[in-house]
Structure formats: C-alpha cells, structure tokens
C-alpha cells in the first residue's frame, strides 16, 4: 500500500522562503547615522524660527523657535529607531514599510533646514507653497508616464512634451492675451508630440527610447531657435504672458499653513489636483483602465478579446500627452511667467523617476513628485538665505534626491510586463 504524500518539512519551507533584503535598512541607517554624526559635530545653536502664519492672517500663530543642533539630535535619534525598525522587518523577510523611509526622510530634510535657516527666520508657509507649485509640472509629466507605461509604452519624451507646452503657453498667452486659450494649445503640444512618440514606437516599431530621446532633441533645438530669432528680441509681442491669476477659496484659504498651500493656487495647481484622483479612477475603477492595465501586462490576451491592441496604445498615449502638455504649461503662464531656454531643466526625467518610485500608481508617483519639488525649492530658498553650503551642492539637490530614491526602490519594484515592447500580431 503506497504511504499518502506528506506535507513539505519545515526545512524545505525555511529554503523556499523569500529571501532576506537588507538595501533599504542598511541605505536608512546610513542617512540617520551620517545625519546625526553632522549635527553633533557641525550642527549650530543659533535659534532657527519657524513662522507659521503672517501677522495680518485671520488666525495667527505664533512663530517657534528652536536650537538646530537640538533638532538634528532628536530627529537624527528617531530616524535611528526607523533605521532598528526596519532591520527587524527585513529580517522577518517582510518588505520595509514606506513610512520607515519617510520618517527618516522628513527627519533629515527638517533638521537640514533648520541647520540651514539658522539664526533667521523660516517661512513654512512659502517654502510649502513654492513646493506645490514647482512639483505641478512633475506631478503631471508623471501623471502622464503611468498611463503610457501601464498602456505598454514607456513615455522617454515627456521632457519634450513639457518644455514645448511651457513655449507654446507663452507664446499663445502673450499673442491672444487668454489664458484659455494657452492651456489649450500647451495641452495639444503635448499631445502632438506624444503622437509622434506613439506613432514611431507602435507604428514603426521604433526603439521606444531612442525615439524618445530624438523627441527632446528637437524640440529642445526648435525651442530654442525661436527663442533667439523671435522671443529674446520681442519678448513683449511673443514672451511676456505673465502668470494665471490665484484663486483663494474663501474660508479654506484662511487656515493657517495649509490655506495658502492647498486652496490659494493657481489654476494649474488645481487641475494637478484634480486629475491625480481622476487618473487613479479611470485606471482602477472604470473598463477603459480595465483595458489599458490589459495592454501593458498582457497585450496578446487583450487582442483575443477583441481589443485593438496598436491603435489602443497610439490614442492612449496621445491623451496622455494631454496632460504632459498642461505640466509644461504650468512652467510658464502657471509658475515663471515667461518661457525661457530649456527651462524644463530635466523635470521630464525626475517625473519618470516619481514614476518607478510611485511604483505605476498616480497616488505614490504624485508623493514622489512632491519629494523632488521640495527638493527644488529647498535649493532655491537655501541659495536665497545664504546657505553656506556650495551653490554647485545645492544645485545638485534635486537630482541628489532622484538618485537616491529611484536606488531605494531598484529591483524592489516591477513594471508592467508588457512596457517598452512593441506588439507585433502574429
């Protein structure tokens, strides 16, 4: 009589078991360690004052001073129990949850600020808003990047895209002195060159990247001709379409710190707002994401339900051009009022980034697009207060943060198993 089959040993289950990741322990144990060794030997005693509201606000708070080198040590310490945290769930062979690195995130970007901002004063409530307001363009490049890759096709070129929505913008805000019509004629930029991207890449069956890359090679060129020849010297007929009016929404905008943050923005501010609730919609509750979600996992199983695989991906991505196009509008008539050479300055390239980081879902791509906002507006403010930090260092900051961010989450993270190849029907 044959014995019945047993169950697997212990042992044998022990070897099957994932396999322990110890990269982001070691990387947040690191930062907290390096943190709290800088300020203990660097950090100043000069009170920084945070300011939470102005004087003539509706409802004031008063400022709150503290010693940097006090803050590094508490915050430096509590990014240290993160660091312990985080082993303990590594060794459980558990991924390390997403707050662990954010509180030590946080902890290292409040001490440096206070460090920096020591012995003067720091308006939170204007290094919040000039955050918002700079992640607007990245949020919406990557808004436009997790569509293109969750339809099957990587989307290198929306540098380009931004940068001919923020020309565009200007120019047609200044010609036709309406903003409309501006946002329009950014937003079919973006979409025109998107089409490009999808009509080589799906049509042509083009190198995704390389077509990509071309894309904001010429547009980068063309940009900048016509800034020579036609803007630099009549920038009041083609490049002085100043910026969108704020619209403060009564009531709201008068809470302290996040009223001026959140309901006192610009126009483009608010559609950011509105589309990364609206994206996530479209893509996880209605049958059009259903379909999309298809074309960039499976894209042969989705033809054999009658989904029409080419031409599904060439409008999808051409739509998400749409708002890649708005992204660039908001560097212009939404943020700088003028459009100036190469002003997209790589935030194409940070949004693919918040994209890999926010792991194809347009809530985490958004954070991760707000991270690398901060990033540029603490570079900003720093060269502003007086930092003694080298300016090349502070320049760096933005893409200092990319780099280490993208690092945390490489191999961590899977893309849709269809983005980047071309479908050829069989």
Same mark, same amino acid.
């Given at each position: 009589?044959?014995?019945?089959?047993?169950? @697997?040993?212990?042992?044998?289950?022990?070897?099957?078991?994932? @396999?322990?990741?110890?990269?982001?322990?070691?990387?947040?144990?690191?930062?907290?360690?390096?943190?709290?060794?800088?300020?203990?030997? *660097?950090?100043?005693?000069?009170?920084?004052?945070?300011?939470?509201?102005?004087?003539?606000?509706? +409802?004031?708070?008063?400022?709150?001073?503290?010693?940097?080198?006090?803050?590094?040590?508490?915050?430096? =310490?509590?990014?240290?129990?993160?660091?312990?945290?985080?082993?303990?769930?590594?060794?459980?062979?558990?991924?390390?949850?997403?707050?662990?690195?954010?509180?030590? &995130?946080?902890? *290292?970007?409040?001490?440096?600020?206070?460090?920096?901002?020591?012995?003067?004063?720091?308006?939170?409530?204007?290094?919040?808003?000039?955050?918002?307001?700079?992640?607007?363009?990245?949020?919406? #490049?990557?808004?436009?990047?997790?569509?293109?890759?969750?339809?099957?096709?990587?989307?290198?070129?929306?540098?380009?895209?931004?940068?001919?929505?923020?020309?565009?913008?200007?120019?047609?805000?200044?010609?036709?002195?309406?903003?409309?019509?501006?946002?329009?004629?950014?937003?079919?930029?973006?979409?025109?060159?998107?089409?490009? +991207?999808?009509?080589?890449?799906?049509?042509?069956?083009?190198?995704?990247?390389?077509? #990509?890359?071309?894309?904001?090679?010429?547009?980068?060129?063309?940009?900048?001709?016509?800034?020579?020849?036609?803007?630099?010297?009549?920038?009041?007929?083609?490049?002085? @379409?100043?910026t969108l009016p704020r619209l403060a929404i009564p009531g !709201?905008?008068?809470?302290?710190?996040?009223?001026?943050? !959140?309901?006192?923005?610009?126009?483009?501010?608010?559609?950011?707002?509105?589309?990364?609730?609206? =994206?996530?919609?479209?893509?996880?509750?209605?049958?059009? &994401?259903?379909?999309?979600?298809?074309?960039?996992?499976? @894209?042969?199983?989705?033809?054999?339900?009658?989904?029409?695989?080419?031409?599904?991906? *060439?409008?999808?991505?051409?739509?998400?051009?749409?708002?890649?196009?708005?992204?660039?509008?908001? +560097?212009?008539?939404?943020?700088?009022?003028?459009?100036?050479?190469?002003?997209?300055?790589?935030?194409?390239?940070?949004?693919?980034?918040?994209?890999?980081?926010?792991?194809?879902?347009?809530?985490?791509?958004?954070?991760?697009?707000?991270? *690398?906002?901060?990033?540029?507006?603490?570079?900003?403010?720093?060269?502003?207060?007086?930092?003694?930090?080298?300016?090349?260092?502070?320049?760096?900051?933005?893409?200092?943060?990319?780099?280490?961010?993208?690092?945390?989450?490489?191999?961590?993270?899977?893309?849709?198993?269809?983005?980047?190849?071309?479908?050829?029907?069989?």
């Amino acid at each position: 009589m044959t014995a019945p089959a047993t169950a @697997p040993s212990s042992s044998l289950g022990g070897q099957l078991a994932a @396999p322990r990741s110890w990269r982001v322990p070691i990387v947040l144990a690191v930062v907290a360690v390096l943190s709290l060794i800088w300020f203990v030997v *660097f950090g100043k005693d000069d009170p920084t004052r945070f300011t939470w509201s102005d004087p003539g606000d509706v +409802l004031y708070l008063d400022p709150t001073p503290a010693n940097p080198r006090v803050l590094g040590i508490v915050l430096g =310490v509590l990014s240290l129990a993160a660091a312990a945290a985080s082993f303990r769930w590594a060794w459980r062979r558990r991924p390390v949850p997403v707050w662990l690195s954010l509180i030590v &995130g946080i902890a *290292f970007l409040v001490s440096l600020v206070a460090w920096v901002g020591a012995g003067g004063q720091i308006t939170v409530e204007s290094l919040l808003t000039s955050t918002v307001s700079l992640s607007t363009a990245i949020v919406l #490049g990557a808004l436009a990047g997790v569509i293109g890759e969750r339809v099957g096709v990587v989307n290198i070129a929306i540098e380009a895209q931004l940068l001919g929505g923020a020309f565009t913008a200007a120019v047609v805000a200044t010609t036709t002195h309406s903003y409309e019509l501006a946002l329009v004629a950014a937003m079919i930029t973006g979409a025109a060159i998107s089409a490009v +991207l999808a009509w080589f890449a799906i049509t042509f069956l083009v190198d995704q990247v390389v077509v #990509g890359v071309v894309l904001i090679a010429l547009v980068t060129a063309i940009t900048n001709f016509f800034y020579q020849q036609v803007l630099a010297d009549n920038s009041a007929q083609f490049n002085d @379409p100043g910026t969108l009016p704020r619209l403060a929404i009564p009531g !709201l905008a008068d809470i302290p710190v996040i009223g001026p943050v !959140l309901f006192d923005q610009r126009l483009t501010v608010y559609l950011m707002f509105l589309l990364v609730p609206f =994206v996530w919609f479209m893509l996880y509750k209605t049958r059009w &994401g259903l379909r999309v979600r298809a074309l960039g996992e499976h @894209p042969l199983a989705a033809d054999t339900v009658g989904i029409k695989v080419n031409r599904s991906r *060439f409008w999808t991505v051409t739509l998400a051009g749409l708002i890649a196009g708005l992204g660039g509008a908001s +560097l212009t008539i939404g943020y700088a009022g003028a459009f100036v050479q190469e002003m997209s300055a790589g935030k194409g390239f940070i949004a693919l980034a918040a994209v890999i980081l926010g792991r194809w879902n347009p809530w985490y791509a958004a954070l991760a697009a707000l991270l *690398f906002g901060f990033a540029t507006s603490f570079r900003i403010w720093a060269g502003g207060a007086g930092a003694a930090i080298p300016s090349d260092l502070i320049a760096m900051t933005p893409y200092l943060v990319t780099i280490i961010a993208v690092a945390l989450v490489a191999g961590r993270v899977v893309a849709p198993k269809a983005s980047g190849k071309p479908y050829i029907k069989s």
